[in-house]
C-alpha cells in the first residue's frame, strides 16, 4: 500500500505564490512518474505538471513559465512551486504517482487533494 500526503495549500492573492509538497510513503520499490493535476468546480481534472524520475518533465501550457515542478528522488517528493498565480488557477489540486511497489505491483496512486484558492 502507497499513500501520498499532500501539503501547502491556501488562499492567496492574484499574483502571489504558493508552493505545494507531495511525500510518498509505504512498500515502495521505485516511483516512475511524479506529477500533479487540479480539478476546478464544473471542469474536468486536468494534468498541471509531471515529472520522471530521470527529470523529463511536462507543463500544461497553462502554467508555463509560472510553475516549477520538482522531484527527491531520495525522498520520494514532488514538490510545485506556483508564482504569478492567476484567479483559473484557483482548484483542487492532487497529487499523482505511478509506483512500483514490494512485491512487483505497478499502478498509479492519488493523493487526498489540497485546496488551492486565489482571490482576484
Known amino acids: 500500500q502507497v499513500q501520498l500526503v499532500e501539503s501547502g495549500g491556501g488562499l492567496v492573492q492574484a499574483g502571489g505564490s504558493l508552493r505545494l509538497s507531495c511525500a510518498a510513503s509505504?512498500?515502495?520499490?521505485?516511483?516512475?512518474?511524479m506529477g500533479w493535476y487540479r480539478q476546478a468546480p464544473g471542469k474536468q481534472r486536468e494534468l498541471v505538471a509531471i515529472?520522471?524520475?530521470?527529470?523529463?518533465?511536462s507543463y500544461a501550457d497553462s502554467v508555463k513559465g509560472r510553475f516549477t515542478i520538482s522531484r527527491d528522488n531520495a525522498k520520494n517528493t514532488v514538490n510545485l512551486q506556483m508564482n504569478s498565480l492567476k484567479f483559473e488557477d484557483t482548484a483542487v489540486y492532487y497529487c499523482?504517482?505511478?509506483?512500483?511497489?514490494?512485491?512487483?505491483?505497478?499502478?498509479?496512486?492519488w493523493g487526498q487533494g489540497t485546496q488551492v484558492t486565489v482571490s482576484s
Open positions: 499523482n504517482a505511478i509506483v512500483t511497489t514490494t512485491p512487483v505491483n505497478t499502478k498509479m496512486y
Open positions: 509505504g512498500s515502495i520499490f521505485s516511483i516512475n512518474t
Open positions: 515529472i520522471t524520475s530521470g527529470g523529463t518533465i
